[in-house]
């Protein structure tokens, strides 16, 4: 980590997902209903959101192709948080195991994460890149799914 603030995202990003996982789960678990898009429902056309909520399903079932058909935005994401979850973990594990008087247990996992000697790991911050790189995934991907759907009549 490179500065307090980091961290304090970091930790917030971390109960927010582990938030955002039960709430998935409670959905999962007492079945309740996901309702229909209302902009498909209106104009026939797909929103920049359609086949976000079915794209998450299919990442918790492991079933990452059809994530990736349902929305690419979902596996993009997840995929770059898990990078920005593991990079951030290994920052505040080398911070620990570099203090003086770091248990044996902190100097243990920071060699197994490749960091022997002691070396201080550097964390993931946030760039308008992966921003950018979102937005840019939501609009491909509507784009695409409503040009088969009008000139193909494909629905996905």
Same mark, same amino acid.
């Given at each position: 980590?490179?500065?307090?603030?980091?961290?304090?995202?970091? %930790?917030?990003?971390?109960?927010?997902?582990?938030?955002?996982? +039960?709430?998935?789960?409670? /959905?999962?678990?007492?079945?309740?209903?996901?309702?229909?898009? /209302?902009?498909?429902? %209106?104009?026939?056309?797909?929103?920049?959101?359609? +086949?976000?909520?079915?794209?998450?399903?299919?990442?918790?079932?492991?079933?990452?192709?059809?994530?990736?058909? &349902?929305?690419? /935005?979902? %596996? &993009?994401?997840?995929?770059?948080?898990?990078?920005?979850?593991?990079?951030?973990? %290994?920052?505040?594990?080398?911070?620990?195991?570099?203090?003086? +008087?770091?248990?044996?247990?902190?100097?243990?996992?920071?060699?197994?994460?490749?960091?022997?000697?002691?070396?201080?790991?550097?964390?993931?911050?946030?760039?308008?890149?992966?921003?950018? +790189?979102?937005?840019?995934?939501?609009?491909?991907?509507?784009? /695409?799914?409503?040009?088969?759907?009008?000139?193909?009549?494909?629905?996905?």
């Amino acid at each position: 980590m490179e500065n307090a603030e980091q961290k304090k995202i970091f %930790l917030t990003s971390l109960a927010l997902a582990a938030a955002f996982g +039960g709430l998935a789960f409670a /959905v999962w678990a007492l079945r309740i209903p996901v309702p229909p898009c /209302v902009f498909l429902r %209106l104009t026939g056309l797909y929103c920049p959101g359609c +086949g976000g909520t079915r794209a998450f399903i299919a990442l918790l079932r492991g079933q990452f192709l059809r994530s990736l058909i &349902y929305h690419p /935005v979902v %596996l &993009y994401g997840a995929a770059l948080y898990f990078v920005y979850a593991c990079r951030n973990l %290994l920052a505040l594990i080398s911070i620990a195991a570099k203090r003086p +008087g770091a248990s044996r247990r902190a100097r243990l996992l920071n060699a197994a994460a490749g960091k022997w000697p002691l070396k201080r790991a550097r964390g993931m911050a946030f760039h308008n890149g992966y921003l950018y +790189g979102t937005v840019a995934v939501i609009l491909a991907n509507w784009a /695409v799914k409503n040009a088969l759907l009008c000139v193909f009549h494909l629905s996905m």
